[in-house]
């Protein structure tokens, strides 16, 4: 299959300079099962492909066609606003992430979540961004470091936060499963680490 991911946040804020996890795990994933795979840098011809994955991790990033009255487009209403968006209606295209669901979002298949990223989904972007007068050090988190969550969750349910469906921090994943040993350095995601009762077996 002829693949192509879609990081939103790439397209719709100029200076985000940080890799979406899911977008990573998903290229890993379809690439293994001999897909070719692609980081789609617009929103043009997606009818070529035979499967769109778009992802956004903030509310607030654009897709294009959407909605101009921004009153309705909240952490509570996100999935209404969404819901008949012309590019996330078509039949090739999947969406994923907070951004479309906020604390409603649902969690990839098993296989996917714990796939090995693919690290080098970004490269050609980046080289492309650093030509175009970007500085190399912007691009850090794509170039050095591994990144992923060892636990996930926490236990104070603050209304204001997407993690208040959880109702404790568990285990998530081995340091291995993100961990490319040619990178120097890690970067953990994790929402409150020292909640989960095994970090002291974590850090060991």
């Keep these: 299959m002829k693949i192509g991911i879609i990081d939103a946040e790439i397209m719709g804020k100029s200076s985000h300079r940080f890799p979406n996890l899911v977008c990573m795990k998903l290229s890993g994933y379809y690439k293994k099962l001999g897909n070719d795979v692609e980081l789609l840098l617009s929103y043009d011809n997606l009818e070529d492909y035979d499967k769109i994955f778009i992802s956004k991790v903030f509310i607030k990033t654009e897709l ?31 969406y994923v992430g907070t ?9 990839l298949d098993e296989e996917i979540e714990h796939h090995m990223p693919d690290y080098s989904l970004y490269d050609e972007w980046v080289d492309l961004c650093i030509k175009n007068g970007a500085k190399e050090k912007e691009f850090t988190y794509y170039r050095e470091y591994s990144i992923g969550f060892v636990t996930r969750g926490c236990f104070r349910q603050c209304p ?21 040993i040619t990178r120097p350095k890690l970067c953990f995601l994790d929402d409150n680490f020292f909640a989960c009762k095994d970090w002291r077996e974590i850090i060991k």
């Design 160 to 180: 204001f936060c997407v993690n208040k469906n959880y109702k404790q921090c568990n285990m998530h994943s081995s340091i291995c499963e993100f961990m490319d």
């Design 64 to 94: 294009p066609n959407e909605n101009k009255d921004k009153t309705l487009k909240t952490e509570d209403n996100i999935i209404e606003f969404y819901k008949n968006h012309p590019i996330l209606n078509m039949e090739n295209v999947s």
């Design 99 to 107: 951004g479309f669901y906020y604390d409603k979002s649902p969690k």
